[in-house]
């Protein structure tokens, strides 16, 4: 995988090519990348891989959780990897707006959840998925691909639920690629890529990324 310290200051694509395989999944997360198809329409579509600057991540101590929030929340079900798919097909719905995740990425990452790097976190009202969020954990990173929501605030309770549970076992690092309007008003903030590489490598150093069993 290139090293995306050696691009240009604000360039966010990196690279193009490569697979899918959870070997080049894991090297490229702990380098900084992330995949996106370069054409979600396409069923083989050539694989993007990003590295934006500046990086929006969401510090641990640093979520913003509104009285309104903290009321939703006790409306709601959370779960930890109860239905990691359905997330990840939720997320991927073909009638949302800005739809990237294809069926190529939705058994790359099942396949990811099943060696224990891929999570999700799950909201349930009555016993019924309304929310969600799903990403990659390598060490201490945990690395958010994307959530959804069919309830009101049941993303944002699902992104409450996460920070608890990465809190609660040790994490560092809660990267969420780009900062959005959205994401600020939780807390997300923007770093220069050459902090986040800085972050990045203190929260996976020591970590083996040969995929083995959940635990």
Not at 81 to 101: H, K, L, Q, T, Y
Not at 196 to 209: E, K, M, Q, V
């Amino acid at each position: 995988m290139p090293d995306p310290s050696d691009a240009e200051a604000g360039d966010e694509l990196i690279a193009i090519g490569a697979d899918l395989e959870p070997g080049t999944l894991l090297t490229a997360y702990r380098a900084g990348l992330f995949p996106m198809p370069m054409d979600p329409r396409r069923r083989r579509s050539k694989i993007a891989w990003y590295s934006p600057d500046p990086r929006g991540i969401l510090p641990l101590d640093g979520l913003h959780v509104s009285r309104s929030l903290q009321r939703s929340r006790r409306k709601f079900e959370t779960r930890i990897d109860s239905d990691f798919e359905a997330v990840m097909r939720a997320c991927g719905d073909p009638n949302r707006e800005g739809r990237w995740i294809t069926e190529d990425f939705v058994q790359a990452y099942v396949r990811l959840y099943e060696l224990g790097w891929a999570h999700s976190c799950e909201v349930y009202a009555d016993g019924t998925l309304v929310g969600g969020l799903y990403g990659v954990r390598i060490g201490a990173l945990f690395a958010g691909e994307a959530m959804f929501h069919r309830a009101t605030d049941a993303s944002k309770v699902a992104l409450v639920a996460a920070v608890d549970w990465l809190r609660s076992t040790g994490a560092s690092l809660f990267d969420v690629q780009w900062e959005t309007p959205h994401l600020a008003s939780l807390g997300v903030v923007e770093v220069p890529r050459s902090e986040y590489l800085r972050l990045l490598a203190a929260a996976t150093d020591g970590c083996a990324i040969e995929p083995g069993p959940i635990a």
